[in-house]
């Protein structure tokens, strides 16, 4: 009678390559679903808007034929100041609020409503700039 040697089972060598498809594949799917890039391209987007809204505002405040003097002290560039209603602030809410916007947007992470986290400066041909200076950059 002859006895059969074959058992059942995995090799070595067969776990071992599956254990390393395993963290391949794991470690492609951490890669595309990064959540940290994708908060933070999601804060950058809304500070994105965000800029979009008060510039819009501040040139249908213009348009309107009001003075940007009346805005307040705005630096020239490359000097900037912050917005917001703090006294050491460039406070566009008194003016724009809610005739050219409905409120002044602020930063998702750093933002108050005292201070909205942007700048404001305006070139020596009085074009208006606004910088989300918190911006995140992570690879």
Do not use: W
């Not at 006895?3 to 391949?24: A, C, H, P, R």
């Not at 679903?33 to 950058?44: G, L, S």
């Not at 916007?101 to 986290?117: A, F, K, Q």
């Not at 942007?118 to 009085?126: D, E, G, K, L, N």
Request: aromatic content about 6%.
């Amino acid at each position: 009678m002859q006895k059969n040697d074959k058992t059942l089972g995995f090799t070595l060598v067969e776990i071992i390559v599956v254990i390393s498809l395993i963290t391949v594949l794991a470690t492609l799917a951490f890669i595309a679903i990064n959540p940290q890039k994708n908060f933070a391209d999601q804060r950058n987007a809304t500070r994105e808007s965000a800029i979009n809204e008060i510039l819009g505002a501040v040139n249908r405040y213009i348009t309107a034929g009001n003075p940007l003097s009346e805005l307040g002290l705005v630096p020239t560039c490359p000097s900037t100041a912050y917005i917001g209603t703090n006294a050491k602030l460039i406070n566009l809410k008194a003016e724009l609020v809610p005739q050219y916007i409905s409120t002044i947007p602020t930063d998702p992470l750093v933002g108050t409503d005292n201070d909205s986290g942007y700048t404001i400066c305006q070139t020596t041909s009085h074009k208006i700039t606004i910088v989300a200076p918190n911006i995140e950059i992570i690879k």
